[in-house]
């Protein structure tokens, strides 16, 4: 389908609408996430800055600016400074395909900063960018800890990502579109799309938390055991940016999540333009916010058997499934009748399977 | 050209293979999950642990040194020190051997405040247990959970003594004073919302299948290697082992208490967190029972050789200003002769080995610490486990830094 394009000026200025927007949405979710982790935890939470803690973020911002920025000296120091950057800046660039609202919907003109046909690749590309901030960072620090959080991103990477992608192509292959447009016209008229691929969309869920890095799945800062993991030598400004690139990612994946799978913008009744993607958006921030509160972290080689054992080949088989139903031209409610039993699936494994007992008596 | 090549070295070197090389890691003495100042040198294949070197003396006090030059009273000023979160268990251990020495008669209500706060002590130490190793396992919440009750715990010592960590409420032949009136209704309201709390605890990592996945088979140590290794307490018990000092070798009345003892099976991480989660629950029964007991009383003995004066005394009687001042210039003497009374802390087997030369002060204090001769068995759990399990480990073992260098 085609678009109009917006002149250059108006995609300036929603890119820049888009920037602002993130590192904003950043330094207050680090708010609302600690404030949602206090209330989890029976505790209050930042609330002495300004109104309710609304200043928090400010005083953070100017915290971190001003303390003393060192770089170590076993540090290789372009890489040192770089990876941070290169981190934020393709954290950043993900957000700009993510439609907001129905064509022409912003003043007159596009709700969002750039429609590529290739949409979805172009996100996936970008955003495994960013694992090289990560890595990097880990590399140049010269420190071990460092180095063993970076290690364990990229062997996370190799494990989610498979899962991740393939998962992916159900949607692609039942719309028929890599543009995240098409993709959300498409469930507007044919219904959400995990409806027709409801494990993919678990397996993309769990990916997505794998890939913003979030409990269970934080392997590559684990405090406990990391001290900082890949961030353990940074400080000031270039430790503020990886928590700006880690947000950034968290959000983007909260949005990607109803963007592919949810109907995106759309909702079957009252459709707002705006309103119901943040609503969304804001949904999975808390769940993963939640799920933060509650759950351990996994070991990285239980992530690596989680992401080769579970999610590769759910996503596999649900790919050869829709792959086998759009090539003989079966129709979609099979699709339907497939996905909604794979729920009843998962919900029987919740409520029917024992808990978790040790065998033999004892402890 | 051939001859050429053969001369330079570098050509005529083997084309190199990927190597790979042992890393050394040293984690601590500031680490965020050393529980302390505890300090391992680990030597790493990857992640995995292949040697690990444990390395203490970074919370040195010579406490043990001090108590030399203090009266056999003044010491208790030093002893909750040591093990500051299960500080009771130090005080009655040392307050036991000093009794056995002079022959002090402990009236019956004192022994069951002692009890009573040695208990509470020890479920506040295991709360502490409980919420760093799971927020060395990445979960963030139950560390909060577990220090609201801690919190209550330390409200009602604060209470009794004066005082959250270091009570200093222990005296030799009895407990410095009575328990306040609002004590006794204030525990049986904490009581009654402890034993869901545990219970809810419990439900946190024993149901939860990411905390089966982290903590079963990780750090095994066998039944056998527990006792060579001189592990005792709740990570002994955790192997199978059933010793427990308060059974094996009662003292100070617990042999008239009923209580289980929670014994493992497997001696991994799994089962040492389970088996003390399981001990709350006998400290609450036990804490239920001596509170059935608490009979008004003396909480001294009346010997005034061990027993200063009261206050009011002094103003009318001329022998108690005599006592009085002997005690506090001098203190009392005990006769020739050395002790050792084991008593189970919440680490473990825990001993004041006292050496008197019948002077007024202890010729030498030897504190048999249970974190001490628990941490000999780190390198033997963590050989093969991987960084995030050995962090497990070192938080299942349940180490108190003041503990081990004393």
Redesign the interface.
């Known amino acids: 389908m085609n678009y109009p394009l917006d002149p250059y000026w108006v995609v300036a200025l929603k890119a820049l609408l888009v920037v602002i927007g993130l590192l904003t949405a950043f330094a207050f979710m680090t708010l609302i996430e600690r404030r949602l982790l206090a209330r989890f935890q029976i505790r209050l939470g930042p609330n002495r800055v300004g109104p309710s803690g609304l200043l928090q973020p400010v005083a953070d911002a100017i915290k971190s600016i001003f303390k003393e920025d060192l770089v170590v000296e076993k540090a290789d120091r372009v890489l040192f400074v770089l990876a941070p950057l290169i981190g934020v800046v393709f954290a950043l660039l993900a957000f700009g395909a993510i439609p907001f609202g129905p064509p022409g919907s912003f003043f007159g003109y596009q709700p969002w900063v750039l429609n590529l046909d290739l949409g979805l690749l172009y996100l996936f590309a970008v955003s495994e960018m960013a694992i090289y901030g990560i890595f990097l960072a880990g590399w140049a620090s010269g420190s071990k800890y460092s180095l063993l959080g970076s290690l364990r991103s990229s062997a996370s990477l190799i494990s989610y990502e498979l899962g991740l992608g393939i998962a992916l192509l159900a949607p692609v292959l039942l719309v028929g579109s890599l543009n995240l447009q098409d993709i959300v016209n498409w469930q507007k008229e044919n219904g959400w799309l995990f409806l027709y691929a409801f494990p993919a969309f678990l397996v993309y869920a769990i990916a997505a938390l794998a890939e913003a890095a979030r409990t269970p799945f934080d392997l590559p800062e684990a405090e406990q055991e990391l001290v900082g993991g890949y961030h353990t030598e940074y400080s000031s400004i270039k430790w503020a940016l990886f928590q700006m690139t880690e947000y950034i990612h968290f959000i983007t994946a909260s949005a990607l999540i109803p963007t592919l799978f949810l109907g995106g913008w759309t909702m079957p009744f009252l459709e707002v333009p705006y309103l119901w993607m943040f609503l969304k958006i804001a949904f999975f921030l808390f769940l993963f916010i939640w799920i933060r509160a509650t759950w351990f972290r996994l070991r990285y080689d239980q992530l690596l058997r989680f992401g080769w054992g579970f999610l590769f080949p759910v996503a596999l088989v649900w790919f050869l499934i829709t792959a086998l139903v759009v090539a003989l031209g079966l129709p979609r409610s099979y699709l339907l009748y497939l996905s909604a039993l794979s729920f009843l699936v998962l919900l029987a494994g919740l409520f029917y399977s024992p808990k978790p007992v040790r065998k033999g008596g004892g402890a | 050209m051939k001859d050429y090549l053969d001369l330079d070295p570098r050509v005529a070197e083997e084309p190199r293979e990927l190597r790979t090389e042992v890393?050394t890691?040293n984690v601590g003495p500031q680490?965020?999950?050393t529980h302390g100042v505890l300090r391992v040198v680990v030597t790493l294949s990857?992640?995995e642990v292949l040697d690990l070197v444990p390395h203490i003396g970074y919370l040195h006090t010579g406490f043990e040194k001090n108590m030399e030059f203090r009266t056999y009273t003044q010491v208790i000023t030093y002893t909750p020190r040591m093990d500051y979160l299960h500080s009771f268990a130090h005080d009655l251990a040392y307050a036991l051997a000093v009794e056995r020495l002079v022959g002090a008669v402990v009236p019956p209500r004192a022994e069951t405040i002692r009890i009573l706060l040695n208990e509470l002590s020890r479920l506040a130490s295991h709360l502490v247990f409980l919420g760093t190793g799971?927020?060395?396992?990445?979960?963030?919440?139950p560390?909060?959970?577990a220090f609201?009750e801690r919190e209550a715990i330390l409200d009602l010592f604060e209470w009794v003594t004066g005082q959250r960590f270091h009570h200093n409420y222990i005296r030799i032949g009895g407990v410095k004073e009575d328990l306040p009136e609002e004590f006794v209704p204030e525990l049986k309201k904490l009581l009654e919302v402890l034993p869901h709390r545990i219970d809810e605890y419990e439900a946190l990592?024993?149901?939860?299948?990411?905390?089966?996945?982290?903590a079963?088979g990780v750090g095994v140590i066998p039944p056998e290697v527990a006792i060579h290794l001189g592990l005792t307490g709740g990570s002994l018990r955790?192997s199978?082992v059933n010793y427990d000092v308060r059974k094996a070798y009662p003292y100070g009345g617990y042999e008239t208490y009923q209580f289980d003892v929670?014994?493992?099976?497997?001696g991994d991480v799994?089962?040492r967190m389970?088996?003390r989660i399981?001990e709350m629950r006998e400290s609450v029964k036990i804490i239920r029972q001596a509170l059935e007991r608490l009979e008004p009383g003396p909480v001294r003995d009346p010997n005034p050789q061990i027993t200063p004066p009261p206050r009011h005394l002094l103003e009318t009687s001329m022998e108690a200003v005599i006592y009085h001042f002997k005690h506090y210039t001098e203190g009392f003497h005990p006769p020739k002769g050395e002790v050792y009374v084991p008593t189970e802390s919440a680490r473990g087997e825990l001993g004041y080995y006292i050496v008197s030369d019948g002077g007024s002060m202890p010729y030498r204090v030897k504190v048999r610490a249970p974190s001490f001769v628990n941490l000999q068995s780190l390198p033997y759990a963590c050989k093969g486990e991987?960084?995030?399990?050995m962090?497990a480990i070192i938080a299942s073992l349940d180490p108190v830094m003041g503990d081990v260098d004393r």
């Open positions: 890393m890691l680490h965020p999950s990857g992640e799971l927020l060395d396992l990445g979960a963030l919440t560390f909060f959970y609201r990592f024993a149901e939860s299948p990411i905390f089966h996945e982290r079963r955790a199978g929670p014994l493992g099976e497997h799994f089962d389970i088996v399981r991987q960084v995030p399990d962090v």
